[in-house]
Each structure stands twice: as C-alpha cells, then as structure tokens.
C-alpha cells in the first residue's frame, strides 16, 4: 500500500512497497508551485519492463498542500487515474474474467479471497522443460501470473525438471519421448531466462520440482502420497479416459504425472505458502489432484484453502492449438525466434483475431481495446493499427523495449525503399526474410558493386545490374549508389560482418563475410 508524506508544499515522500515486499521511497520536489494547481497528482511507478506496479493519485485540497486521496490505491497498472479513488483492491479474478483468461475455478471463494485486503495469494504455474524456450501458448501462464503480481499478489514459476522426466499425458495421444539429462538441462536454463526477464526476477520466484523429487524415496511416496490418491478418481480424468480408448494405451510411469503435480502442490502449499495453482484448461486434471490431496492430506480449513484456476487454450482462428509440436511455433527465446520475427508474427494477424489476442496477450486498458474494436469499423481505419499496438505490446512484454527497438528498426530496414542506417543486428534479423549468401572478405572487397549483386544472387547479370543501377534502383547497405564503378571498401562491410544489397524495393540480399 502507497504511503505519502506531504513534510511541505514543495515536495512529497512515496513510499512504496515492491512486489517482492521490500519498500521503496521516492521522493518528489516539485521547484513550480503552480504544477499543483491541478487537482490531482497521478503516480505511477513502472518496473524495468513497462510493467505498472504500482500508481495512486493525490488530490490537492489547496494550491500549496498537497493531501493524500484517503485511501490510495495499490492498484499495480490496472486503473485509470481517475478511477484511483476506488477503495477496493482490484480483484485479479474479475480482470481475468473480463479479458477472456478465466476457464474454471476450483471453488468461487476465490473470487473474494482475491479482493480481501488482507489475504495475498501466492500462486504458482508450472512449466516442463520439454523444449528449449517456451512458446506463445505458454506465455498465456505468464501474462495471469503477472495480473497476479499487478494486482498485488505473489507469483512462483516452477520448472518441471523432475514432471519433464515423467511426460505430461495431458491433451497428448502419444507418451512424449523420453529426454536425456543434457536436454533437460539445457531446456531448464532457456525456460529460467525467459520466465525471469519477462517477469522480471524479482517479481517471481523460480523453483525447480526435481528439488524436492530426487530424494523422495518410493516406499515413502506410496506411504505418503500414493495413500491417499483414490484409482477411481485418477481413471476418470480427462487425461487418462482418452488414453486408455487409444491404441497405445497408456504406462504406468504416466499415469502417475497427475500425482506428480498434485504432490508439488501440496509441497509448495506446505513449504512456501502457495495457495492457487494455475495452468492452462488441460490442466485441470492436474490442479484437481492437488487440490484433494491437499484437502485429503493437510485437511487445511475453509479459509486456509487451496485452489485451481484455469484459462482457456490460445487458439488461431482455424480453432487449431499454438504449441510446440507444430510448425512455426511462436517461440519467445529470441535465440529461437528473433523479435523482428516475433513482432511480424503479430503485426501480420488476421483481424479477425486481433482483438481477442489484444484482450488476452497485452495489459492495455479494455477501453482502449474496446475504442481499437470500434476504430476498426470506422471508414477511414488504417489497415494494420491495431495489429500493429498488439505487435508493439506483445514485443516489449516479451522482449524488453531493446527487443522492440530491434524488431522496429528491422521493420523499417525492409520496407520498400527505406533509407535506415543499418548495424549488424539489423541486417541478421532480417536476414531471415531474404536470401543471403556467404563469400570471403577477399572475394567482396575490392569487388565492383555490379560484380557482387551477379555473385550474390541479386541479379541475374551484369547488364541487369548496371540496368538497375541506371535506373537508381541499386543499394548498397540502404544507401543508393549511382556510379558503375563503385566498389566495395571495408568501411561498407556494416561492423566487419555483412553488407545488405537491394535491387528495387523489395529484392534483397544479404552478404555475410566468411
Ligand atoms: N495454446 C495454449 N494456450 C494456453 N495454454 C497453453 C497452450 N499451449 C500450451 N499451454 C499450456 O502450457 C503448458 C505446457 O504445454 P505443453 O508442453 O503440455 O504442450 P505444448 O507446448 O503445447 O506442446 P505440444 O505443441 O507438443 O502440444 C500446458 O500445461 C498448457 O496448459
Ligand atoms: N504439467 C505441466 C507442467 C507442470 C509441472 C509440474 C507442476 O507442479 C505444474 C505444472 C505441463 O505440462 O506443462
């Protein structure tokens, strides 16, 4: 909760507390009184990331004392500043619902567990390291965690290292093959990154399940666990009805993920106060089984619940899944995909999705999604407007304003004619957009330009080079050349590494030095 000080007319103390609990003080000086004359000061305080975590507003009673509004809201991103007088806290469960990310509850006491201002949850989504980044689909188990820690509440990402071992037969028909230790990993390190710079680390903590799995002993968990899980209960969930109809059936070793998971629950219930466990709406049998074992187990009383909350599945409009397993999977590494590539992705969305996924992927105000809605319909809407506030949105969430910036100045790099000054980055990102080729330093400096655009494939002759070149519709690294005799220096190869050649506006290639 914000808490002011006004030791003055000209300056003002904010005290703030972090997600993580720590506090933090600003302190304001303001050197032009009449800055005050408006009635009321908004502040927000982002994180790193663009991320809101916390605003207020203070109404002045007077043009030299400021007084703090009664009760400021520690409402993280969520509201408008004139909606700041609210007293209530925003209620995480409500904005999900609002959004589309709300699918089921385990029970509705949630809902006003969520407003009580004094219960934090502590809620948890896990992820199992069966790839080396998560993909778009994952990023929806991000993007509720993160509502959470806006609306004031903790938030736990918990790597599946030892579930991973196991193979989670949820909405699979196949058992998913077994990964080695160095896959695993592997997989572990790129799947911490991400969730940490996006969440930023000290907004989440990161557990790993293999923590608390290595040493469980099997007579210990069939004793412990095992005890309490009831077979008909495990056979009627979803996960496991439709692989005992399948050919393959299913192994024992899978059948038992669901108490895997249930048993984390418990665990982080009992050791790290975890109360809400979240997951995509495949998950529900999963967080169910935690659930009862914590009720079965713990026995804890009604106010001391734990409970399961699920969002739907992110769909394209064909109705298909974003996953892994397909191609083109919208991965959120940039190792895997660049955010130029990234950004493209959302730019280039259909609109009849582009609402929806602004509704579910970014933290803009539903009004402003609502006004896009309805600019859409309106003569005179600029084709790509809201693709292009979603595309802005998604990438700085996932990739920082760096990444954005980098995506941005690629986008510009291609289009048509653009005249950008280019660096490295720039031309390797959208390297993976047009042709490229490799050649020796020697073979390119020193090397007429017309000579090059025949050797690296841009054109098909020398005539059609020095035609385009006639015409001024030949580049080198964006910048047009005129002369025939130009030739290829040093200086020209962009930080030793490439050079990017267009003929026209949209033919490209680029170079790299070998
Ligand atoms: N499209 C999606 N929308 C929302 N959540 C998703 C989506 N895809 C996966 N998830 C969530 O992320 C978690 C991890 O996904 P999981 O590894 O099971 O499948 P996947 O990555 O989609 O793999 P595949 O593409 O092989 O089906 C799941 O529990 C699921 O709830
Ligand atoms: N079962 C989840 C991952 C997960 C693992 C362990 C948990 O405790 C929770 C979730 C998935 O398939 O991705």
């Known amino acids: 909760m914000p808490n002011m000080k006004t030791p003055d007319s000209n300056s003002l103390t904010f005290i703030s507390k972090n997600p993580n609990g720590s506090h933090c003080c600003f302190c304001f000086c303001f050197k032009d009184p009449p800055f005050l004359s408006s009635q009321t000061l908004s502040i927000?305080?982002?994180?790193?990331?663009?991320?809101?975590?916390?605003?207020?507003?203070?109404?002045?009673?007077?043009?030299?004392?400021?007084?703090?509004?009664?009760?400021?809201?520690?409402?993280?991103?969520?509201?408008?500043?004139?909606?700041?007088?609210?007293?209530?806290?925003?209620?995480?469960?409500?904005?999900?619902?609002?959004?589309?990310?709300?699918?089921?509850l385990t029970s509705d006491n949630l809902r006003s567990l969520a407003s009580s201002t004094n219960k934090t949850l502590k809620v948890y989504c896990g992820f199992d390291p069966t790839a080396e980044s998560l993909h778009l689909g994952n990023l929806l188990g991000i993007i509720v965690l993160s509502w959470f820690v806006?609306?004031?509440?903790?938030?736990?990402?918990?790597?599946?290292?030892?579930?991973?071992?196991?193979?989670?037969?949820?909405?699979?028909?196949?058992?998913?093959?077994?990964?080695?230790?160095?896959?695993?990993?592997k997989n572990t390190l790129g799947i911490e990154n991400t969730v940490s710079t996006i969440l930023n680390s000290s907004s989440v903590a990161i557990l790993n399940n293999y923590d608390w799995w290595k040493d469980f002993r099997l007579l210990d968990f069939l004793k412990q666990v095992g005890r309490f899980a009831r077979i008909g209960t495990m056979i009627a969930k979803e996960s496991v009805k439709k692989r005992l109809e399948s050919e393959q059936g299913m192994s024992y070793t899978e059948f038992t993920y669901q108490l895997l998971q249930g048993y984390d629950f418990l665990y982080l219930f009992r050791n790290e106060g975890v109360n809400v466990q979240i997951g995509?709406?495949?998950?529900?049998?999963?967080?169910?089984?935690?659930?009862?074992?914590?009720?079965?187990?713990?026995?804890?009383?009604?106010?001391?619940?734990?409970?399961?909350?699920?969002?739907?599945?992110?769909?394209?409009?064909?109705?298909?899944?974003?996953?892994?397993?397909?191609?083109?999977?919208?991965?959120?590494?940039?190792?895997?995909?660049?955010?130029?590539?990234?950004?493209?992705?959302?730019?280039?969305?259909?609109?009849?999705?582009v609402i929806r996924f602004l509704r579910i992927l970014t933290f803009l105000e539903l009004e402003e999604v609502d006004e896009l809605e309805r600019d859409m319909k309106r003569p005179?809407?600029?084709?790509?407007?809201?693709?292009?506030?979603?595309?802005?949105?998604?990438?700085?969430?996932?990739?920082?304003?760096?990444?954005?910036?980098?995506?941005?100045?690629?986008?510009?790099?291609?289009?048509?004619?653009?005249?950008?000054?280019?660096?490295?980055?720039?031309i390797e990102a959208i390297a993976e957009d047009v042709p490229s080729c490799s050649l020796a330093y020697d073979q390119v400096v020193n090397l007429s330009l017309v000579d090059l655009s025949v050797s690296a494939g841009l054109v098909d002759s020398k005539s059609a080079a020095r035609r385009m070149l006639k015409q001024g519709g030949l580049y080198l690294n964006n910048n047009r050349v005129d002369s025939e005799s130009?030739?290829?220096?040093?200086?020209?190869?962009?930080?030793?590494?490439?050079?990017?050649?267009?003929?026209?506006?949209?033919?490209?290639?680029?170079?790299?030095?070998?």
Not at 158 to 184: C, F, M, Q, V, Y
């Open 280 to 353: 995509g709406s495949d998950q529900w049998g999963n967080i169910t089984a935690g659930t009862e074992l914590i009720r079965k187990i713990l026995q804890p009383d009604v106010s001391d619940e734990a409970y399961g909350l699920t969002f739907p599945l992110l769909l394209k409009s064909d109705g298909t899944k974003f996953g892994k397993s397909e191609d083109g999977a919208i991965w959120l590494s940039p190792s895997m995909l660049s955010p130029y590539k990234f950004y493209q992705y959302f730019f280039s969305v259909p609109d009849a999705d």
């Open 380 to 426: 005179g809407y600029v084709p790509n407007t809201a693709q292009r506030r979603l595309a802005e949105e998604v990438t700085r969430f996932v990739h920082g304003e760096e990444g954005l910036n980098e995506a941005l100045k690629a986008t510009e790099a291609l289009r048509p004619g653009a005249e950008t000054k280019l660096d490295w980055r720039t």
């Open 486 to 514: 130009k030739r290829i220096e040093p200086k020209d190869i962009v930080d030793d590494k490439v050079l990017l050649l267009s003929a026209g506006k949209k033919n490209k290639v680029v170079v790299r030095i070998s």
């Open 44 to 104: 927000s305080i982002f994180d790193d990331h663009r991320n809101i975590f916390n605003n207020t507003s203070i109404r002045f009673s007077s043009l030299t004392s400021p007084s703090p509004s009664p009760s400021p809201s520690p409402s993280p991103g969520l509201q408008s500043p004139h909606e700041t007088h609210n007293l209530d806290p925003p209620n995480v469960i409500d904005i999900l619902e609002k959004r589309g990310l709300l699918e089921s």
């Open 150 to 185: 806006r609306c004031g509440h903790q938030a736990v990402a918990l790597i599946g290292g030892a579930t991973a071992r196991i193979g989670d037969p949820s909405g699979k028909s196949l058992e998913r093959p077994e990964l080695d230790l160095h896959t695993l990993d």
